[in-house]
């Protein structure tokens, strides 16, 4: 008969590269999900019963009745900077640490907003198709007008590291640059980005391009709704590599319809992964299915530093990301 491993028992909840199992595996007994099955609450109750530690990803549910079920858990930690699938009252209240993965990941979030950005600038998913189709006859003058980026007004709302990282690659369109925080950066920060604090009417007011980075919570559900796209210039472009649900994704339907808005680049969408079909009738939405950190190296840079995390917490060492520093002792 074997022997029951003296290693602490872990669950990985969605598929990671084999490398992070490895290393895992060098400290811990891995129940793993390699089939990649959503587990949803139920899945994560069966199979957190006999864990302490848990890999979650933005799709996994770690609600209280989650954290109720699993009494032998001490550590969530999130493959994600945001962390709104976690309830964080509920593992703080039962002891239980929570941790993200800031940092790794705000790079290649920022090429892909630019990457929305320009796509939706200059209409290229839909040139693409129209092209592909065999619909180019010939080339016209007047075809396929898009808007300019260079010169025009960068707004963001939510300037914490990806949008200061945003900020800074629009230094090279020689952009006019203001952000929406709750409190300005420090100067010194502002300088680096070159961008510029103004309240939330005047960055809907004057964006050309306004890029969403607020972490979703029930105070920025709907921050953009009706009356805020109806702040907006017709011209401009409205691009959400953040959270579905910041946006009321019907309002902006119809303000994208309506061509009360030029265009949008959207990564994230209400109710994910179903799309509300108003969005695939649109040729002024750009579409891609919640891919921002998704580059090789940042998926494996956030996979291995939410080992990191796991392996400080249950080894009595206080994780570098840890989300609730009062459960810690
Ligand atoms: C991805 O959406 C993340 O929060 O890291």
Redesign the pocket.
């Known amino acids: 008969m074997n022997k029951p491993s003296a290693k602490p028992h872990i669950l990985v909840a969605r598929k990671v590269f084999p490398e992070v199992l490895e290393r895992l595996g060098g400290h811990f007994e891995v129940d793993h999900n390699q089939a990649d099955v959503i587990l949803g609450v139920a899945g994560l109750k069966a199979r957190l019963a006999d864990k302490v530690g848990v890999l979650t990803a933005?799709t996994d549910p770690v609600t209280a009745e989650v954290i109720e079920a699993a009494t032998s858990l001490k550590a969530v930690c999130n493959l994600?900077?945001?962390y709104n699938n976690i309830d964080l009252a509920a593992c703080s209240q039962a002891g239980v640490m929570a941790t993200n993965?800031p940092g790794v990941?705000d790079d290649t979030?920022a090429d892909l907003a630019w990457a929305l950005l320009m796509a939706s600038a200059r209409r290229l998913p839909a040139a693409e198709r129209w092209l592909r189709k065999g619909d180019w006859r010939g080339w016209e003058f007047i075809q396929w007008l898009g808007t300019d980026v260079h010169h025009a007004t960068l707004g963001i709302l939510g300037m914490g590291r990806i949008g200061q990282a945003v900020a800074r690659r629009a230094l090279g369109f020689d952009m006019r640059v203001i952000y929406h925080n709750r409190s300005p950066l420090p100067p010194d920060q502002e300088a680096a980005c070159g961008a510029n604090w103004v309240d939330k009417e005047s960055l809907l007011r004057e964006s050309d391009f306004l890029v969403l980075l607020l972490p979703y919570s029930p105070a920025t559900h709907h921050s953009i709704g009706a009356a805020e796209l109806a702040l907006m210039k017709p011209t401009a472009h409205l691009i959400n590599v953040a959270?579905g649900g910041i946006v009321g994704d019907a309002a902006l339907i119809a303000a994208l319809r309506e061509r009360r808005l030029r265009g949008a680049g959207l990564d994230?969408f209400e109710g994910e992964p179903t799309v509300n079909p108003g969005f695939l009738e649109l040729d002024n939405a750009v579409l891609t299915p919640?891919i921002?950190?998704s580059s090789r190296a940042t998926r494996m840079a956030?996979a291995m530093r939410a080992a990191d995390n796991l392996i400080a917490a249950l080894s009595g060492q206080r994780p570098p990301d840890l989300l609730n520093p009062e459960v810690f002792r």
């Open positions: 933005a994600a900077v945001g993965t990941l979030t959270r994230v919640h921002g950190s956030m």
